[in-house]
């Protein structure tokens, strides 16, 4: 049996091997990574309100003790004699009998009215929304100073490498969170998995940008790969609430560095990220992608349909506290609806925008992303958190997969068609609605309150949406769009008469391989 096993495993190892060129496979393991990444960055989303404010109500009710330990009369001030039965105190000369005093009751602090599932409006709990929303946007606040870096990087350098990396600071970020127990502590975790985080996403779209070509095909493979985005957003939540409710905060975190361990192996032996593999052509500076009004208008969809959820991410769960007494697993849940329609919405629109015309696809998003989030404050209960949530994760499923998509055909139509540098640009975009979103978010909420929050991201969100018809037809350079149009053309005719082909080696052009 052990030489039957072990004859399995090298079978295995030989399969990968063979199939490392594989796009299935490279979109699996980019799958597998921007799983992981969000599953670690919603996991906390319950977690961290309910901990934080466990530990600072932990810390002021020692200290309160302390303190009135230190001051209370009488305490280590009086010497009882068993000559006399009397009683002298330390400062003073007086003496009195001990039948003549009164034995009094030990004082015991009341109960508090409100246990850690059902808070009070306090002051305490009021500025939990701004350390919450400081950490959770540290994370995006990293990440979008690293992006600029890392996207030059993989022209030079390949996208292997960078992936590897970032797998590796993720599992030491998963590491951190398990075993702090200090603000600080989770704040460089969560500042350490925006580095991680960079090097994931970036290097994972530009390598499926530069394996699918062909514009429909890679809007598909897009979509697949948010897929996987949108499973760690939609199992984060709730995964760790109900983790954190009956086992524990070290739990969830520690399942999560077992399935990075995983992904990190596969890594190692497909991708064989000690190899460079520099771009065969240079591409387009970060600088001019950036001056790129139709670039810049499809970033700001990314960013500000995003921001929306960003901003709910820390203030939400305070909110549920304060008004609805919400227990602890409840406040993963009810992210759930929002996690299983973004779910839906990037598996939909990853093709069928590419039909319908992905400007549309983003103008309508947006446009319910706003709707959306202006229903959110009217809600009594969790259950009338369902539809409003529900309707926020849908639409921005179809502003990132119709989104996603089109950078790197802009990039195709009016630059070179090196992809590292332009998602670098989405993924700022998108640090951008995860940073300003939960910091100012919670500065918001604290001093104007959380409907009001609900209510300007909306404004701002519906008042944003028509930029998005600019995008309908972009100009781009004549030659390009001549190339574009009989590389897709060829592309198809290949497709049908090719069916099964997989690109297996670097003596098959990618451009003409099939997609399944």
């Known amino acids: 049996m052990g030489g039957l096993d072990a004859l399995r495993q090298c079978n295995f190892l030989n399969w990968l091997r063979e199939e490392r ?12 990574a921007l799983l992981l990444d969000n599953m670690l960055l919603t996991v906390v989303v319950p977690i961290i309100p309910s901990y934080l404010y466990n530990l600072d109500e932990s810390t002021a009710v020692l200290k309160n003790n302390t303190l009135s330990q230190q001051g209370a009369p009488g305490a280590f001030n009086s010497i009882v004699s068993l000559y006399d039965n009397t009683v002298r105190t330390s400062d003073s000369n007086m003496t009195t009998r001990s039948a003549d005093l009164v034995p009094t009751a030990p004082t015991v602090a009341p109960p508090p009215q409100n246990s850690s599932d059902c808070p009070k409006a306090n002051s305490m709990l009021l500025n939990e929304n701004v350390k919450v929303g400081m950490l959770f946007a540290s994370k995006a606040t990293v990440q979008l100073i690293t992006n600029p870096f890392i996207g030059p990087l993989t022209n030079r ?5 960078p992936i590897f ?8 970020s998963t590491i951190m969170f398990a075993f702090s127990s200090s603000y600080a502590l989770l704040f460089l975790a969560r500042s350490l998995q925006g580095v991680g985080s960079s090097c ?7 390598m499926l940008a530069s394996v699918y070509t062909d514009d429909e095909e890679r809007g598909h493979a897009i979509g697949v790969a948010l897929g996987g985005l949108a499973l760690g957003v939609l199992v984060g939540p709730p995964f760790g609430s109900v983790m954190y409710e009956f086992v524990g905060k070290t739990a969830p975190f520690l399942i999560l560095a077992f399935l990075a361990v995983f992904d990190g192996a ?11 593999e ?31 959820i960003a901003m709910m991410e820390p203030t939400l769960p305070i909110w549920m506290m304060e008004t609805m007494c919400a227990r602890k697993w409840q ?14 919405g990037t598996n939909i629109f990853g093709t069928l925008a590419h039909k319908m015309g992905r400007w549309l696809c983003a103008l309508i998003g947006i446009t319910i992303v706003g709707i959306s989030v202006l229903c959110v404050p009217f809600a009594k209960d969790i259950y009338g958190l369902i539809l409003p949530n529900f309707g926020v994760g849908f639409a921005i499923g179809m502003v990132d997969s119709s989104m996603m998509p089109i950078m790197g055909y802009l990039v195709d139509l009016r630059h070179v068609s090196v992809y590292g540098s332009v998602y670098a640009i989405a993924d700022v975009a998108f640090c951008m ?5 939960p910091s100012i978010g919670g500065s918001i909420a604290e001093n104007i309150g959380f409907p009001w929050l609900m209510t300007i991201i909306g404004i701002v969100d519906i008042f944003f949406a028509p930029l998005c018809i600019f995008l309908r037809n972009p100009p781009g350079q004549e030659e390009k769009i001549a190339i574009l149009m009989d590389t897709n053309c060829s592309m198809k005719t290949r497709s049908y008469s090719t069916q099964g082909t997989y690109y297996q080696g670097e003596d098959m052009d990618p451009e003409y391989e099939d997609y399944d």
């Open 21 to 32: 060129q594989s796009r299935k496979l490279i979109l699996f393991i980019v799958f597998i």
């Open 157 to 161: 350098i390949g996208y292997q490498l």
């Open 165 to 172: 990396v970032g797998f590796c600071i993720m599992f030491l």
């Open 200 to 206: 994931s996403s970036v290097a994972g779209m530009g």
């Open 266 to 276: 596969l890594q190692l032996f497909v991708l064989q990220p000690t190899k460079v």
């Open 278 to 308: 520099p771009e065969t052509q240079k591409g387009t500076p970060l600088l001019t992608l950036m001056k790129d009004p139709y670039i810049l208008i499809a970033a700001g969809a990314i960013c500000f349909g995003n921001m929306a």
């Open 331 to 344: 406040l993963g849940v009810a992210f759930l609806p929002a996690s299983i329609s973004y779910l839906i």
């Open 433 to 437: 609605g995860f940073a300003l979103g």
